[in-house]
């Protein structure tokens, strides 16, 4: 299989402790990309990168977030300290740069989230 | 990005067309529609997009008035499993350096009624 891929499933943890979420895009994808949702409403952004570069955060991302991706291929998304705020499903969508300007995302299936 | 309206929700008999509506009157000129779609439990899907052309694909159709104000996204034989929420997003052109993430409104539950 060729499409993204997102681990764990599903993650509950107590409040307080740090979780970490892995994601892999599709292989030859420069453009990875993080977003929260919460029951009921669409997907929200959270950052972006570009190969290794971080380039964009929203103002959603605390400072208890952190994101990385090594070497421009996968990618982990660290909650600290969690709250029960930060109970969601956490997307990730991958995508190439095209000249055209137009591109579609293509997303994972998502890693559920559940503080206690 | 301009602001979308859809309607909550929609239902649709299977077997027959599903025609959703969108509205983007304050859309730019170089502004394209697209549509995604979230199936429970899953991630979103992109179906089409489309600037001011009507365009199909082997999921859908899109059609997009003249004044490119609103947009019907076209499911000319909806089964079961089209049974999702659909989300129109406008949004331009990307450049090499801009993310361009996508901004999710509250999309439109489409049920496919058996």
């Known amino acids: 299989d060729t499409g993204v891929s997102q681990n764990p499933r599903h993650k509950i943890t107590k409040r307080g402790q740090n979780v970490t979420f892995r994601c892999d895009p599709i292989?030859?994808?420069?453009?990875l990309y993080w977003y929260r949702q919460t029951l009921g409403q669409g997907p929200e952004f959270l950052t972006y990168f570009q190969n290794e570069a971080q380039l964009e955060k929203s103002r959603l991302l605390s400072d208890r977030f952190s994101a990385e991706r090594p070497k421009g291929s996968f990618s982990t998304l660290e909650i600290q300290r969690t709250e029960q705020g930060d109970s969601a499903m956490y997307l990730c969508a991958s995508s190439n740069f095209r000249t055209s300007g137009i591109y579609e995302q293509y997303f994972g299936p998502g890693t559920r989230l559940t503080v206690t | 990005d301009a602001k979308t309206t859809q309607p909550t929700s929609m239902d649709c008999a299977e077997g027959r067309a599903a025609n959703l509506p969108c509205n983007h009157s304050?859309?730019?000129?170089?502004?394209?529609v697209y549509w995604y779609r979230q199936i429970h439990s899953q991630g979103p899907q992109y179906i089409i997009h489309?600037?001011?052309n009507n365009e199909t694909n082997e999921m859908a159709s899109l059609i997009i008035t003249e004044d490119r104000k609103s947009s019907t996204l076209i499911l000319p034989h909806a089964t079961l499993r089209d049974t999702a929420v659909y989300y129109c997003i406008v949004r331009p052109r990307i450049s090499s350096g801009s993310a361009r993430q996508l901004t999710f409104g509250s999309g439109t539950q489409l049920t496919v009624l058996p």
């Open positions: 292989s030859e994808h420069n453009r």
């Open positions: 489309g600037l001011k």
């Open positions: 304050t859309i730019s000129g170089n502004e394209y």
